[in-house]
């Protein structure tokens, strides 16, 4: 198979035949794992491409391909997790080199910006305001890279992704989008501008909650001999079973998105209007604020729908004691229904006041809603909503 006829094919055939051709030794349909260190050498400097697994191996190699093929870039870099990953982007400046993003971004990627990055003299800057105003009031020649998520999390913004690459790309910044909550299933960045597409493969790539990875996806060459440089300098790669665990995930993309993106309607819609609930928020539903730019660069609204109780924190801690087929839990993503108190849970480290401005109230939950029977999950929620 030539790297050209992969081209060809639609993101359902390529999640299932990118990286994945038959072992040219055995034919084995699917590709050995290879958990080697190292590579014999025939003479010394003598060999057939690999020499140290930091450096290379076969296993990570054919997941490199698979994602970079998914997301329409021309390369990948993975990593031992999503937040692996997001560092190696930021590795890649200098102090005085200032990063934009927006305030709603992962928890970890902003505790890396203030916590981490800072220190070595990075300048992060967060804009409260999505809007691609906002972003253009904010970039100056000091800009390096404007970061973006989009859906985020656990607000669901959107965020248009084409205009902010223009506002970027005008100071001459680079523009990264963390696509871990749309996967390229739903949204391809690159095609709108992104010179990074980052990943938590942690979440929809893996799939099955079972494995903790990342990965960096550039189009540019150049960009991706320094990003491979730092993955290979600063060693935070994965492991050839983590790798294959998550190419096994892969292949299943596709059908999963659909079932989830299905699943996560058919409940945002059974939930909107209920006694309960001041707010259902999901991009597809038309009272979304970010509906038409959703419709126009996702083509499905993804798992994750967001409610906020009336009664605040006593029923949606409640609504989580109760349910039975969801389980309360961090993470999303995998084939099972998740929910999480954002507030106790992921997004804790933020100050109270900070937290509730930006609209995490104590009475909000985050649904990761999976791939089991609708039905199942719709009297779930009923069952639980009895309770709360
Ligand atoms: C989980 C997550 C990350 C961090 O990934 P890890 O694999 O947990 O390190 C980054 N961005 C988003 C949007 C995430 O959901």
Redesign the pocket.
Known sequence: MTANDDKAWHFATRAIHVGQEPDPLTGATVPPIHPTSTYTQASPGKHKGYEYSRSSNPTRGALERALASLEGGALCACFA????A?SCVFATLSPGDKVLAYSDV?G??FRLLKRVWEGFGLVPVFTDDPSPQAFARLVDSKTRVVWI?SPT?PLLRCLDIKAIADIAHGVGARFAV?N??ATPALQLPIQLGADYVIH?T??YIGGHSDV???AVIVKDPALMERIAFLQNAMGGVPGPFDCFLQQRGIKTLAVRMERHCANAMALAKHLQGHPQLSKVIYPFLEDHPDYALAKKQMCGGGGIVTIVFKREREAALRFCESVKVFSCAE??GGVESLVCHPAIMTHASIPKEIREARGVTDGLLRLSVGIEDLADLIADVDQAMGRA
Do not use: C, P
Request: aromatic share 10%; charged share 15%; glycine share 20%.
């Open positions: 997790s999503g937040s692996a997001t992962y970890g990627t998520e999390n963390d871990t909550f938590s942690t979440k903790i990875g990342g993470s999303l």
